[in-house]
């Protein structure tokens, strides 16, 4: 058996588990998808004061983190800021933008968590991170340079998956 044979019938040491690229398709996958869901629940994150009273009678204010549509930030307010202050960018647009962020980081991580239309939903996730990019280039500071590699990191991520797509065997549909 040639290196290409146990590669494509599946496993060289067990005939019962998958091949390691089924596997590291599957692994990949999911880290996409828990990073694009935890990513959009933190959009609707905020805080919420709440006030207590000890032991002794005093009254006192604790900060919590809350999850809520009325803390839904599409984009961090500094970013925003930073962005709405670029020529290259149209207001609305970043309005728009900013409504349809996390949403769409929902549905894309759900869609990929279940495997529904993985190779549309990989593709469009990698939209996603390159419309992202786009903003992180136009502040240019040296945070945004850090994060246009990571986000950089993200699009391979998404490339390489788009090219073990074949190897996906566990998805509710497979036609996309």
């Known amino acids: 058996?040639?290196?290409?044979?146990?590669?494509?019938?599946?496993?060289?040491?067990?005939r019962c588990l998958p091949s390691?690229?089924?596997?590291?398709?599957?692994?990949?996958?999911?880290?996409?998808?828990?990073?694009?869901?935890?990513?959009?629940?933190?959009?609707?994150?905020?805080t919420a004061k709440k006030e207590i009273t000890d032991q002794f009678g005093a009254i006192g204010e604790v900060e919590s983190k809350v999850y809520g549509f009325s803390h839904y930030h599409g984009m961090a307010p500094s970013l925003e800021e930073g962005l709405r202050a670029q020529p290259l960018m149209p207001g609305w647009m970043l309005t728009?933008?900013?409504?349809?962020?996390?949403?769409?980081?929902i549905i894309l991580g759900i869609a990929l968590l279940l495997g529904i239309a993985t190779r549309l939903t990989l593709f469009l996730m990698g939209l996603v991170y390159v419309?992202?990019?786009?903003?992180?280039?136009?502040?240019?500071?040296?945070?945004?340079?850090?994060?246009?590699?990571?986000?950089?990191?993200?699009v391979i991520m998404i490339a390489l998956a788009l090219k073990w797509a074949e190897h996906d065997r566990w998805c509710l549909c497979k036609k996309c």
């Open 131 to 154: 419309s992202l990019t786009v903003g992180m280039i136009l502040l240019g500071g040296q945070n945004e340079v850090l994060g246009t590699a990571m986000l950089g990191v993200h």
């Open 20 to 46: 390691g690229a089924s596997l590291g398709f599957i692994v990949l996958r999911l880290w996409l998808a828990v990073r694009a869901l935890l990513t959009a629940l933190e959009k609707f994150a905020g």
């Open 1 to 14: 058996m040639t290196n290409t044979e146990s590669t494509t019938s599946g496993s060289s040491c067990c």
């Open 96 to 105: 728009a933008y900013g409504y349809a962020l996390g949403p769409a980081l």
